[in-house]
């Protein structure tokens, strides 16, 4: 009896021991250096949030790098008075949608350039930009603003394609060189003006609206 119990605890811990051996280690998240810091992660998602910046800030509040990012309904303020970025990205695709505001910023939005495609361009629609110096800095191949209120210049660079349609811009908008088919239809200028700058032949400009404009 001794010799067969003996035996029967041997192969247990015998096949605990394999069993442990075989099984995969657990994964673990490295902390980002900055909080802010989102890197080659799952599309990053923010929902009915508010986002302040704080006395100490770093410059960037949102820095996100080979990820996308859907962002609904939600607040970045800056009350600082600090030249501060309130979102800026690499490689991965940016939807902003649901009345999102971006206030008191330097630059709200800044897309780099990097992979060509749809997949890593940028939409913005029903959202605010409130006293920004730059709204959006665009250097992504794909731009689409729908019906947004930008008090903040919009400056889009390079091969971009897109659409701008139905917003109230406040600021200047200059698009440099798009490359790509651009449609550019029922926007309201308010004091500020359009530049088209460089080659724009693929551009199209239908029903838009200037107000208080100096020509």
């Known amino acids: 009896y001794f010799y067969i119990s003996s035996q029967l605890s041997f192969i247990v811990c015998l096949l605990f021991f394999f069993l442990m051996i075989r099984r995969p280690p657990r994964s673990t998240l490295d902390r980002s250096s900055a909080a802010s810091d989102v890197y080659k992660r799952q599309r990053f998602a923010l929902t009915n949030s508010e986002i302040n910046v704080p006395k100490y800030c770093n410059t960037v509040q949102l820095r996100l790098m080979n990820t ?3 962002i609904d309904n939600s607040k970045f303020i800056n009350n600082t008075g600090k030249e501060v970025t309130a979102l800026k990205s690499l490689n991965g695709r940016i939807d902003i949608s649901s009345n999102t505001t971006f206030t008191g910023f330097q630059t709200a939005i800044e897309k780099e350039s ?32 729908t019906q947004n209120l930008i008090d903040g210049e919009v400056l889009s660079t390079g091969i971009c394609s897109g659409e701008l349609y139905g917003n109230n811009f406040r600021k200047k908008v200059a698009i440099q060189d798009p490359q790509s088919a651009l449609k550019i239809e029922e926007n309201y200028f308010y004091n500020n003006s359009l530049l088209l700058n460089g080659s724009n032949i693929l551009t199209d400009l ?3 609206q200037w107000a208080n404009t100096k020509v």
């Open 68 to 70: 996308g990012a859907k």
């Open 114 to 145: 990097g992979l060509i495609g749809n997949g890593n361009g940028m939409s913005i629609e029903g959202s605010r930009f409130e006293n920004c110096q730059t709204a959006i800095r665009n250097l992504g191949p794909s731009l689409f603003l």
């Open 206 to 208: 239908t029903c838009n």
